[in-house]
């Protein structure tokens, strides 16, 4: 393991996944109307929605890869192997099993997903996502020298 190399490929990932949590978060969604009501904005929703549970995802393999030598090939594997190896809590990583259900709904499913369930699934798991994206930030903070540029 380069420990330079993969800090800065996991600083690069959680500043993708900020601005993808920011960008869902402008999203009216307080208001179902408004977030109906412009089509792009929905596709858009949805694009954002499913890259930013992929990036958590992605970045969670990415610990268990750089750091733990450990792969892992399906979705699922990861929020367990994140627990046992103390990244994530387990509500956290109870969070993230959920993440990675909807991550294998959007890619898997022959449906078109429909704008209320869209809607419910962003308003619902908004405060998830920050929470696993801070939950990551705590354990590169105690395990790399800078990632106080994370928050």
Same mark, same amino acid.
């Not at 109906?36 to 949805?46: Q, T, W």
């Not at 699922?76 to 809590?89: F, G, S």
């Given at each position: ?37 412009? @089509?792009?904005?929905? +596709? ?47 509500? @956290?990583?109870?969070? +993230? ?50 990632? +106080?540029?994370?928050?």
């Amino acid at each position: 393991m380069n420990p330079k190399k993969t800090e800065r490929k996991l600083t690069t990932r959680m500043i993708w996944i900020g601005k993808t949590l920011t960008i869902l978060e402008s999203l009216p969604l307080d208001n179902y109307e408004a977030f109906v009501a412009d @089509e792009g904005k929905f +596709l858009n929703a949805k694009g954002y929605l499913r890259r930013g549970m992929e990036s958590l995802l992605d970045l969670g393999k990415c610990i268990l890869e750089n750091y733990f030598s450990i792969i892992v090939s399906q979705y699922q594997e990861i929020p367990v192997k994140l627990e046992e190896n103390a990244v994530l809590t387990k509500e @956290e990583s109870r969070l +993230l099993k959920t993440l990675a259900n909807y991550c294998e709904y959007f890619t898997s499913s022959f449906e078109e997903i429909g704008k209320e369930e869209l809607y419910n699934i962003c308003k619902q798991q908004m405060g998830h996502l920050w929470q696993l994206k801070s939950a990551y930030s705590r354990w590169i903070e105690n395990n790399f020298q800078t990632a +106080l540029t994370l928050h």
